[in-house]
């Protein structure tokens, strides 16, 4: 029993630290919204001036990254941040990029499956959910 309990603390602990580097470098691409070289280089490609709106969806996919980053990193409202997440790098990795996951458009499709992990089995340890659902 003791020994389950323990495994499931370092379950936990794993995914809280997981959860934390994933959040802090999605926080950090979010970033890049503050950077106008960035932006305007996003808004010349081919694939962003095809959609509707495409500078605005730039603008909010960032935004995205950004806050869905501190919020991962803080274990705020983990579940949402983690599809919010998800979505937008899916969203990148098979229509920005060329859906090449294998290869090229990796990073994204890594992401969006981290993401997708905290989504199904939640923040871990260390989380400001688990303080919340205390309440």
Not at 86 to 94: T, V
């Amino acid at each position: 029993m003791a020994g389950e309990i323990l495994k499931q603390k370092r379950i936990a602990a794993g995914l809280a630290l997981l959860r934390i580097i994933t959040g802090l470098l999605m926080a950090f691409h979010g970033l890049e919204i503050f950077s106008k070289e960035t932006m305007d280089m996003y808004k010349g490609w081919d694939s962003v001036k095809s959609l509707p709106a495409g500078n605005l969806f730039i603008y909010v996919g960032k935004a995205v990254e950004l806050v869905a980053g501190i919020f991962l990193t803080l274990g705020l409202f983990t579940r949402w941040a983690a599809l919010s997440m998800a979505l937008i790098m899916l969203f990148i990795c098979f229509y920005i990029g060329n859906g090449k996951f294998w290869y090229e458009d990796q990073h994204p499709f890594l992401f969006a499956m981290l993401a997708l992990v905290f989504a199904i089995y939640g923040p871990g340890a260390w989380a400001f959910d688990n303080k919340i659902k205390k309440k």
